[in-house]
Structure formats: structure tokens, C-alpha cells
């Protein structure tokens, strides 16, 4: 295979397990080559070694036609590869894919780069190949107006990592950042920021990053928080230093469908007193709302009309639901789990017309509900009520609501 005119009409190259291969034979000189795949390569350090036709010392600024027909090329399991082109004294390795439509590289961990010219690229997968810095794959999409999926994550130990992304001219865009433990150096997080295209990042997961939230944002907080606009999906835990709703934080992300707030204890649900509660609506496009294990959340503010799910638990706290809950005519469905001093729902509640779902558990101190969600009982789908003596009481056999469940498909046992 040293010599490539044997192999010159061959279209597709499969080499699998060459388990003590440590240098390639010149497949990059196959001058029909469309497809290549190699896998398993544990030996492999460089796809390419150097230009055999090149004396040393005679620079060779561009090598010869680098796999000059090739439209696809996929490594995989290559624990060794660093580079694409091993550097030779006297000779730059610029390495050209002049043709290639499709890459794809997989459990390459030390491979540090990617190549530098790729014209023609429109599909791209890189998976665990952590050591290739994450703007460079990124900024390859920016170049080729490709859209991107994939895992990134943030940590201090180990920066920023990339788990798996995946190119391409079809679909859209959606990316989750993990963003864990942040504790400091905001402005070198903001810069980092600045270099990859946060218009991917639609699933944004914060977790333990007290450093984000502040009751008097500085400017870097705010900053960051800029970066976030096409997010759609935001979780919170962990956090200790919300304590009203982070309305600075969460101004811009007017995206946002799916919010979620996890053991962030000191949250208390207020506004804070700079802002008129009557104009203030939390996340104009929010559909879905998680609200879980808050212990000292008292309130929950104004839902905006989009609002399709609410899911409210272990919030001993909390002592009414929101009061525009009665005009939120898309809920759908309407969940509240442990909530040890909630007495009561919103009066009226005339406005739930879509409500399919209801599930009321552990709250003692609830003893009715509003005349407007009673009137929505008979259109039910799934009807739970547990823990709640009151509720149960009137729900079972000659109770006040008995006959108001008995059309609903999936209800509870304990109901009538």
C-alpha cells in the first residue's frame, strides 16, 4: 500500500484494529479516495508523517494534494492521536481537506486540534476528544453557517469540556451548558463567552454558582447573563444567594419556555421594592414552571399567560399559590406536592380552562377548593388528591365533590 498507484481507482477504505500500527501508509496520496474509516488504532499518533517526496531542508510550505478526492472520513478510537500531520524538520504541515463534506471523530482524547482547512464542510461530529479546545470546533461551525448540538460543561478544575457535538446544515441549533461550582474569576468566564456563539446554548443547567447571582448584580454578573438570550430552557440549584426572584438576571432571557428552581434556601419568592408588582411578569414565554424543595419560599409572583404547567413541591413555606393563577387560561396542569402551610388555591380560578391534570398531596391545610376549578373537575383527565384530609373528605362517597369526578379517566384511589 506504500504505493499508492496500485490503489488508484479505490473509492472506499475501511481499516479496523490495526492494533500496532504506529504510522499510516500514504493514504492521503489515494487519488480517489472518497471515504475513509479507521478505528481502533491504538498505536496511531499522526494521520499523516511528513512528505516522503520532500528532501529535508526543503521547506515545503503547502504538502501535495492532502486525500484530494475525499468527501468522508471517520476516526474513532485513537487513544494516542495528537495531530493530523506529524511535524518534519524543514517542512510546515498545513493540512488541506480540499473536498471533505463529512467528519467525524470519536474517543480521540489527545488529539489537539482540528484541520485548518476544510472549504467544503457541512457535517461534523466530535465526540470525546476532550483536548481539542472547544472554540476551535465551535468557531468551524461559525465559518460554514453550520447548526450545533451537543453537551458542554463548565467546571473549575477542569474548564471548559465538551462531550459530545455534533454539525450540520439541517435542523436547529440546541446545545446544553452545565455550568458547576463556580466560585470566581467572572471576567475570565465572560471572556470565554465571548469566543464561542451563545446563540446554541438553548438548556442552560447552573448548579452551585452563587458567584452569578447577587441581590445588586454587578456589571460582569449582568454581563454574563447577556450571553443567555436564546435560552429556553433554565435550571437553578443549589444556590444559596437568591433570595428574591433574580429579575436582573433574568430580564433578557425572554426565550425562556422551561424554568426550574431547585434547593436554591434562602429563595423567598418576593419582589424586590424597586419594581412595581402590578407591571412585573415573570418570563413572558414561560410554559413550563418547577418549583422544588425551596424551604423558605413564602410566594411564587405574577405567571405569565403562556403558562401550561405548574409543578410546585416540598415548599413548607409557601402559603398561597399565585394570584393570577386564575387567568392563566393554557394551564394544563397544575401540581403541589408537600406544601405544609398552603390553606388555600386562588379564589374564582374561572380563567383554568384548559386544565386536564390536577394533583394536590400533602397539603393538610388546604380544606377547599375555589367554586372555578370545581367547575373544571368534570373535564379532568388525571385527578390526584392524597395527604389532605380535608380535600379527601369532601372528594369520597357523600362528600360535597363526589359527584363531580366520577367522568374522570385516572383519578386517584382513595377518590370516589
Same mark, same amino acid.
Given at each position: 500500500?506504500?504505493?499508492?498507484?496500485?490503489?488508484?481507482?479505490?473509492?472506499?477504505?475501511?481499516?479496523?484494529?490495526?492494533?500496532?500500527?504506529?504510522?499510516?501508509? +500514504?493514504?492521503?496520496?489515494?487519488?480517489?479516495?472518497?471515504?475513509?474509516?479507521?478505528?481502533?488504532?491504538?498505536?496511531?499518533?499522526?494521520?499523516?508523517?511528513?512528505?516522503?517526496?520532500?528532501?529535508?531542508?526543503? $521547506?515545503?510550505?503547502? $504538502? +501535495?494534494?492532502?486525500?484530494?478526492?475525499?468527501? !468522508? %472520513? &471517520?476516526?474513532?478510537? %485513537?487513544?494516542?492521536?495528537?495531530?493530523?500531520?506529524?511535524?518534519?524538520?524543514?517542512?510546515?504541515?498545513?493540512?488541506?481537506?480540499?473536498?471533505?463534506?463529512?467528519?467525524?471523530?470519536?474517543?480521540?482524547?489527545?488529539?489537539? @486540534? %482540528?484541520?485548518?482547512?476544510?472549504?467544503?464542510?457541512?457535517?461534523?461530529?466530535?465526540?470525546?476528544?476532550?483536548? &481539542?479546545?472547544?472554540?476551535?470546533?465551535?468557531?468551524?461551525?461559525?465559518?460554514?453557517?453550520?447548526?450545533?448540538?451537543?453537551?458542554?460543561?463548565?467546571?473549575?478544575?477542569? *474548564?471548559?469540556?465538551?462531550?459530545?457535538?455534533?454539525?450540520?446544515?439541517?435542523?436547529? @441549533?440546541?446545545?446544553?451548558?452545565?455550568?458547576?461550582?463556580?466560585?470566581?474569576?467572572?471576567?475570565?468566564?465572560?471572556?470565554?463567552?465571548?469566543?464561542?456563539?451563545?446563540?446554541?446554548?438553548?438548556?442552560?443547567?447552573?448548579?452551585?454558582?452563587?458567584?452569578?447571582?447577587?441581590?445588586?448584580?454587578?456589571? &460582569?454578573?449582568?454581563? &454574563?447573563?447577556?450571553?443567555? *438570550?436564546?435560552?429556553?430552557?433554565?435550571?437553578?440549584?443549589? @444556590?444559596?444567594?437568591?433570595?428574591?426572584? $433574580? %429579575?436582573?438576571?433574568? *430580564?433578557?432571557?425572554?426565550?425562556?419556555?422551561?424554568?426550574?428552581?431547585?434547593?436554591?434556601?434562602?429563595?423567598?419568592?418576593?419582589?424586590?421594592?424597586?419594581?412595581?408588582?402590578?407591571?412585573?411578569?415573570?418570563?413572558?414565554?414561560?410554559?413550563?414552571?418547577?418549583?422544588?424543595?425551596?424551604?423558605?419560599?413564602?410566594?411564587? $409572583?405574577?405567571?405569565?399567560?403562556?403558562?401550561?404547567?405548574?409543578?410546585?413541591?416540598?415548599?413548607?413555606?409557601?402559603?398561597?399559590?399565585?394570584?393570577?393563577?386564575?387567568?392563566?387560561?393554557?394551564?394544563?396542569?397544575?401540581?403541589?406536592?408537600?406544601?405544609?402551610?398552603?390553606?388555600?388555591?386562588?379564589?374564582?380560578?374561572? *380563567?383554568?380552562?384548559?386544565?386536564?391534570?390536577?394533583?394536590? !398531596?400533602?397539603?393538610?391545610?388546604?380544606?377547599?377548593?375555589?367554586?372555578?376549578?370545581?367547575?373544571?373537575?368534570?373535564?379532568?383527565?388525571?385527578?390526584?388528591?392524597?395527604?389532605?384530609?380535608?380535600?379527601?373528605?369532601?372528594?369520597?362517597?357523600?362528600?360535597?365533590?363526589?359527584?363531580?369526578?366520577?367522568?374522570?379517566?385516572?383519578?386517584?384511589?382513595?377518590?370516589?
Amino acid at each position: 500500500m506504500h504505493n499508492p498507484t496500485q490503489l488508484e481507482h479505490l473509492s472506499e477504505l475501511h481499516l479496523s484494529s490495526c492494533k500496532n500500527c504506529k504510522d499510516l501508509p +500514504p493514504l492521503w496520496k489515494m487519488p480517489s479516495l472518497g471515504y475513509l474509516s479507521l478505528d481502533n488504532f491504538p498505536s496511531l499518533k499522526s494521520i499523516c508523517v511528513g512528505n516522503d517526496d520532500t528532501d529535508i531542508g526543503q $521547506p515545503c510550505i503547502y $504538502p +501535495p494534494p492532502f486525500f484530494p478526492k475525499l468527501e !468522508a %472520513m &471517520i476516526i474513532s478510537d %485513537m487513544p494516542k492521536l495528537e495531530r493530523w500531520h506529524e511535524e518534519v524538520p524543514g517542512q510546515a504541515a498545513v493540512v488541506s481537506f480540499s473536498q471533505l463534506k463529512k467528519l467525524e471523530i470519536t474517543e480521540c482524547p489527545m488529539l489537539q @486540534s %482540528m484541520p485548518k482547512m476544510l472549504p467544503l464542510l457541512e457535517q461534523l461530529l466530535v465526540k470525546s476528544a476532550r483536548a &481539542i479546545p472547544l472554540y476551535h470546533v465551535i468557531n468551524l461551525s461559525v465559518q460554514f453557517n453550520l447548526e450545533c448540538k451537543g453537551i458542554i460543561s463548565v467546571e473549575p478544575t477542569v *474548564g471548559w469540556q465538551h462531550a459530545d457535538l455534533h454539525f450540520s446544515r439541517l435542523g436547529d @441549533s440546541r446545545v446544553e451548558l452545565t455550568l458547576r461550582g463556580l466560585t470566581e474569576n467572572l471576567e475570565r468566564f465572560e471572556e470565554e463567552l465571548k469566543r464561542i456563539p451563545c446563540r446554541f446554548i438553548k438548556e442552560l443547567r447552573i448548579i452551585s454558582c452563587d458567584c452569578l447571582f447577587s441581590s445588586e448584580p454587578s456589571q &460582569i454578573q449582568r454581563d &454574563i447573563w447577556n450571553h443567555f *438570550g436564546f435560552v429556553e430552557t433554565l435550571c437553578i440549584s443549589g @444556590s444559596s444567594n437568591i433570595v428574591q426572584w $433574580p %429579575m436582573v438576571e433574568l *430580564g433578557n432571557l425572554n426565550q425562556i419556555r422551561g424554568l426550574e428552581l431547585y434547593q436554591c434556601c434562602n429563595l423567598t419568592g418576593s419582589i424586590p421594592s424597586t419594581i412595581s408588582d402590578d407591571k412585573y411578569v415573570l418570563l413572558p414565554r414561560l410554559q413550563d414552571l418547577i418549583i422544588r424543595e425551596c424551604e423558605n419560599l413564602v410566594e411564587v $409572583p405574577k405567571l405569565p399567560a403562556s403558562l401550561e404547567k405548574l409543578y410546585i413541591s416540598r415548599c413548607p413555606k409557601l402559603v398561597s399559590m399565585p394570584i393570577v393563577l386564575g387567568n392563566v387560561k393554557k394551564l394544563r396542569e397544575l401540581d403541589v406536592h408537600g406544601c405544609d402551610a398552603l390553606t388555600a388555591f386562588t379564589d374564582g380560578m374561572y *380563567g383554568v380552562i384548559a386544565l386536564r391534570r390536577l394533583v394536590v !398531596a400533602g397539603c393538610p391545610r388546604i380544606e377547599a377548593l375555589p367554586e372555578g376549578l370545581l367547575q373544571q373537575l368534570p373535564v379532568l383527565e388525571e385527578l390526584g388528591i392524597t395527604d389532605c384530609p380535608n380535600l379527601e373528605e369532601a372528594f369520597s362517597r357523600g362528600g360535597a365533590y363526589c359527584n363531580l369526578v366520577e367522568a374522570i379517566p385516572h383519578r386517584s384511589r382513595n377518590l370516589a
